[in-house]
């Protein structure tokens, strides 16, 4: 449902996320954005901006509750009576949860009627209604009773806009008044937009005298009075039934004041937080304001309980030294009979009353209890073989994770002064990009399958119809080493069948198991075509290597689709199952409990991949589902992408009097190594009546380590370990023994030696660095003459 019209965005394919979640669903990993106080159950709701909601007791801070659900920020929530509960996200939707015994944690229902995230809710109670506001002029009506909505943003068509093109201004605060008859929204330009939820979207007066986003909004029980807070540092009082009369300001801040909560009904007293990590309490009708804490971080949230207690929240922006854990909830006391600190002094003067502000020493800096959090990750790199990622926390802990298993495989810890940041630099800085270089492998260039994303506080990946099947990768690299050295499969359809593999078993979509990608299934590119470079046997060869069907592009307009075979669907059943895969067959193993699926569509979905094979018979689990992906899981049918092959040539170096080759412009796939490439050339030059010897050229120590031990042992050395730990299709070939030592051949590529364990996309993206084709170039030198290995600096992070 979409109420906004003409301003609406154009409808794109649903994406897909994985998840591997660093809370197990009682802490929160990310920063919080909003709290509320339940004083019946003595309990405190928080809403994170790692997609939870988790209810914890007043008493001793332990959680009793966590709702999942949200695939996106929970912005903002309200508690509404029967022990339930309604929140908005930044995934453009409004939940409500069951919070009371037996069907607690449950979601009752989810809408949508933004087209934009949703920032803000506030309920009257009484009334039975709901306001939800968002970016791009969103504001909604929802009848609780219903769940009806019923737009009040401002007509608009961007082209019936005063400044055509420019969208309505975001709104970014919001509060209703006890009878449902009052609504005030803060916009981002610092205006406050007053209307009645019950008469439509007619604005009955709009406020000014911010300037900056307005954050918080409070409306007296009354609807006469209104508190807003603002990014500008100002805390302004408006006489709302006095014909919206600002009658004081204040600035106790040093800097955006990000919160405000009162327990008054007339907004007596408030208390504000700010970026500048205090907490203020400012007296309205007597105005003094009071500085009750002083919190080290930025206050996103907060809310005021009895007896001078009170709770703090932060976000924690990346940047923001902070103490060290970014999920660290304090609950504050002050003495509500200490003598006031009076800081400023407001005046009813029209508005114009501003205190000046010093900052005295706080009333209570000591928490009487806080929640358990876990740092959020704060900064990714993908390795170059695009299937591990490293990660930072804000903690400064470093660790390097297998995309394909789910889990950590390394650790780095921060030491010393750098694990609680120096300067400008946050924690572990220094540790991960030491991490970085030690990890940096330029013989990969694999193509973003998956763009990592951290904004849920933990490492997830989004996989997107049009850049995931992209890229394959050599089966042994993924784990199948008895797999043949040519073969191939699809990293976005194992990822797929790795999260979607036990709900088709289960019978997701109502149809049978689906598949996974197999080394016997993988895709194919067509015909072989003469100009082609392979790795496999030519047909009645079995001793030299030659082209390869598996090994070939096809020059199809359009992209194509190729289903798998029969071993493939057995394969999904069997990981549905929890059965290992074979030797033969690479496959990705995801923890059915710890990973997470996110369908990132119009009806958002989040679960564990056994939550998720827990629907798959229900016919409402195949609606969630993106098509793309039921083609591949379900159905076989993996798309075939241009992007698995590239062209280059191969010409002799100038001078060097060696012929051209037949085919000069060839295609191979973008991970053949260059290897393969020297043998395709030697072979050619020795059809030629030419003799040439090997240059064995690696980058990596380990591969020319295992290429040597080969040549001494007259055998292939068979799979070679890389640093990661996994194979490398990079074998050993020595010359027959008794071949008599001639020159070699060398590959170079603008003037320098390619190493052989590189692959084609390697040379181009780290050597040739140009964007018309690949030219490389072979060449006969001495025997010994000294090869250098091409410098290939750090490049900047790329997620």
């Not at 114009?352 to 990750?377: E, F, K, N, Y």
């Not at 159905?635 to 100038?654: A, C, M, W």
Request: with cysteine.
């Amino acid at each position: 449902m979409n109420l906004n019209g003409a301003g609406s965005r154009p409808k794109k394919q649903a994406k897909v996320q994985f998840l591997f979640p660093r809370s197990k669903g009682n802490q929160h990993c990310a920063g919080i954005n909003a709290l509320a106080l339940c004083d019946d159950t003595h309990s405190l709701w928080t809403a994170s901006r790692d997609g939870c909601l988790i209810r914890w007791s007043q008493e001793t801070a332990a959680p009793t509750l966590a709702c999942k659900g949200h695939t996106d920020w929970v912005n903002d929530l309200a508690l509404l009576p029967g022990a339930a509960l309604a929140s908005v996200s930044a995934d453009r939707t409004l939940r409500l949860w069951r919070c009371d015994e037996g069907t607690a944690g449950v979601c009752a229902g989810m809408v949508s009627a933004h087209d934009d995230y949703i920032t803000s809710l506030a309920c009257s109670v009484s009334a039975g209604v709901l306001v939800s506001a968002g970016l791009r002029g969103g504001l909604v009506r929802w009848d609780l009773e219903r769940l009806m909505a019923s737009s009040l943003s401002q007509p608009a068509p961007y082209d019936a806009l005063p400044c055509p093109g420019v969208p309505p201004p975001s709104f970014y605060a919001l509060a209703l008044d006890a009878g449902a008859g009052l609504a005030a929204a803060g916009q981002a330009d610092g205006g406050i937009r007053l209307l009645d939820p019950r008469a439509g979207p007619a604005t009955l007066r709009a406020l000014r005298g911010h300037t900056d986003v307005v954050r918080g909004l409070l409306l007296s029980r009354d609807g006469r009075r209104l508190v807003s807070a603002s990014s500008d540092g100002t805390l302004r009082v408006w006489d709302v039934a006095g014909g919206g009369r600002c009658c004081g300001t204040w600035a106790p801040h040093a800097g955006s004041v990000w919160s405000l909560a009162s327990r008054y009904a007339d907004l007596a007293s408030v208390h504000t937080g700010g970026r500048d990590g205090s907490v203020y309490r400012t007296d309205t009708a007597g105005g003094w304001t009071r500085r009750l804490c002083a919190l080290g971080a930025p206050v996103s949230a907060l809310a005021v309980g009895e007896r001078g207690t009170f709770w703090t929240a932060s976000s924690l922006p990346p940047g923001f030294q902070a103490p060290p854990s970014a999920a660290v909830r304090a609950r504050l006391r002050f003495d509500p009979d200490a003598p006031a600190t009076i800081l400023s002094e407001g005046r009813d003067a029209g508005g114009d009353g501003r205190g000046d502000c010093s900052h005295p020493p706080a009333l209570c800096d000591a928490a009487l209890a806080w929640t358990a959090g876990v740092a959020p990750l704060t900064a990714a790199a993908v390795t170059t073989d695009r299937l591990r990622v490293l990660t930072r926390d804000a903690e400064g802990a470093v660790e390097l994770w297998d995309v394909g298993r789910g889990r950590v495989t390394r650790h780095w810890e921060a030491s010393g002064a750098e694990g609680v940041g120096n300067g400008s630099a946050p924690p572990g800085a220094a540790a991960f990009q030491a991490a970085r270089r030690e990890l940096f492998d330029p013989t990969h260039s694999v193509g973003a399958w998956f763009s990592a994303d951290l904004r849920l506080g933990s490492l997830g990946g989004v996989l997107d119809p049009g850049a995931a099947f992209g890229v394959e990768a050599y089966a042994r690299e993924l784990g199948a080493h008895a797999a043949p050295a040519d073969a191939k499969a699809s990293c976005g359809a194992l990822m797929l069948s790795a999260l979607f593999g036990a709900w088709a078993a289960a019978g997701g979509g109502g149809g049978e198991a689906g598949a996974e990608t197999s080394v016997e299934d993988a895709p194919q590119g067509g015909e072989a075509s003469p100009g082609s470079v392979g790795e496999g046997s030519a047909p009645g060869s079995a001793a030299e290597p030659g082209p390869s069907a598996s090994e070939t592009v096809t020059t199809a307009p359009g992209p194509q689709s190729t289903p798998l075979t029969g071993q493939g669907r057995q394969a999904v059943a069997a990981l549905g199952q929890g059965v290992a895969p074979s030797a033969t067959s690479a496959s990705f193993s995801l923890d059915a409990e710890a990973a997470e699926v996110l369908l990132l569509g119009d009806a958002p979905w989040r679960g564990s991949l056994a939550e998720l094979a827990a629907r798959g018979g229900e016919a409402e689990a195949l609606s969630p589902v993106p098509a793309w992906v039921r083609s591949v899981v379900l159905d076989g049918q993996v798309p075939v992408s241009r992007d698995l092959k590239l062209v280059f040539t191969l010409l002799p170096l100038e001078g060097s009097g060696l012929p051209s080759l037949l085919q000069s412009r060839l295609h191979a796939p973008r991970v053949l190594t260059v290897d393969k490439v020297v043998e395709y050339v030697g072979r050619r030059l020795r059809d030629a009546g030419l003799s040439p010897g090997e240059a064995p050229l690696f980058y990596n120590t380990r591969a020319a380590a295992a290429w040597e031990a080969g040549r001494a042992a007259q055998t292939p050395a068979g799979a070679v370990p890389r640093p990661n730990g996994r194979a490398s299709p990079v074998e050993g070939r020595p010359p027959p023994a008794g071949a008599p030592a001639g020159p070699d051949l060398v590959l170079t590529c603008g003037g320098t030696a390619v190493p052989w364990d590189f692959s084609l996309a390697a040379v181009r993206q780290w050597i040739w660095k140009r964007s018309d084709d690949l030219v490389v170039h072979y060449a006969l030198q001495p025997r010994g003459t000294e090869l250098v290995l091409p410098s290939i600096p750090l490049p900047p992070i790329d997620t």
